[in-house]
């Protein structure tokens, strides 16, 4: 259900907005149930689940939103750790009137849905999460001169849509997959001065220590999907879950990279789908 043809328009009009603590937040509703939230990684936003939310509202109630400070949601004042956009979640929950949701999350920000899950239990029933992981050695210098200050004023100097393209192409196993359109909406996102310095803040002072520490206490209920050519997040790492997180569910995907709830969406939708509706997975 996700070929291109069908996925998601994303323009200026897309989703609706809702105060939240004062913060103008972006965030797209779809569909009936119990509530599924998509939180995207540091430095994109909703767009990145654009082959994802069809298929899922079709069983759920569907809830992707820009986080703090990212795509279409504004910023605040605060230091934008890890643990600040756990508390922004639960104010943006509290606000919909949301008491528990299972959380479909994608790399950095599946840092985040585990963190918040660690924090808020009892608003958390299972969790979806993709490549998860922060910011390693394996990541694409673009992203890892973030966290230098002298050098990421040097790379950002001459940021363009070549190092976006260079970028989503380490995501995909299938390189060819990265189209002009992909690369002209992902550009826009990070064009935004706002989006841009909140992702590169965000990438400096990036701590996930206390998550990987205390994730053995996440207990039942956490699926985790990786891609086995994934160049940001190398197979291996999913060792360090497996060993950690009791009775986790953990899936790899034959050729795919990193980014695999984009290219191979069909795939992660119906299996995330069965084990959202699951109770008993073996």
């Known amino acids: 259900m996700a ?6 328009i994303m323009d200026d009009s897309f989703g609706q907005y809702i105060d939240v603590d004062g913060v ?8 009936y149930g119990t509530p599924v939230i998509f939180l995207h990684g540091i430095g994109q936003s909703m767009y990145t689940f654009r082959n994802n939310l069809k298929d899922f509202s079709a069983c759920f109630r569907v809830i992707a939103l820009d986080l703090l400070g990212h795509g279409g949601t504004d910023g605040n004042d605060s230091d934008l750790l890890i643990e600040n956009y756990s ?3 639960l104010s943006f929950m509290n606000t919909l009137n949301i008491e528990q949701a299972h959380f479909f999350a994608f790399s950095t920000g599946a840092i985040i849905a585990m963190d918040f899950a660690l924090a808020f239990p009892e608003k958390v029933n299972k969790l979806i999460l993709i490549s998860p992981g922060g910011v390693t050695p394996t990541y694409p210098a673009i992203i890892k001169s973030a966290a230098t200050p002298i050098i990421k004023d040097f790379t950002f100097t001459f940021f363009n849509k070549g190092m976006i393209r260079k970028t989503l192409e380490s995501g995909y196993f299938d ?4 189209t002009d359109d992909m690369v002209e909406n992902y550009f826009y996102e990070l064009s935004d001065q706002k989006n841009l310095d909140t992702a590169m803040h965000t990438i400096s002072q990036w701590n996930d220590c206390d998550v990987y520490d205390n994730m053995s ?3 039942d209920g ?5 891609g086995e050519c994934d160049e940001w997040h190398p197979l291996e790492q999913l060792e360090e879950f497996e060993d950690a997180i009791p009775n986790l569910y953990a899936a790899t995907v034959r050729n795919g990279g990193h ?8 795939e992660i939708n119906r299996k995330a789908i069965e084990l959202l509706l699951t109770d008993d997975i073996t």
């Not at 956490?222 to 990786?226: G, R």
Request: glycine share 6%; no cysteine; charged share 30%.
């Open 24 to 31: 103008n937040v972006h965030y797209y509703e779809e569909g």
């Open 175 to 178: 390189k060819t997959m990265v």
């Open 222 to 226: 956490v699926y985790i999907f990786w």
């Open 87 to 89: 508390d922004f979640l």
């Open 3 to 8: 070929s291109n043809k069908q996925e998601l």
């Open 217 to 219: 206490e996440l207990g």
């Open 259 to 266: 980014m695999i709830h984009e290219e191979k969406s069909r």
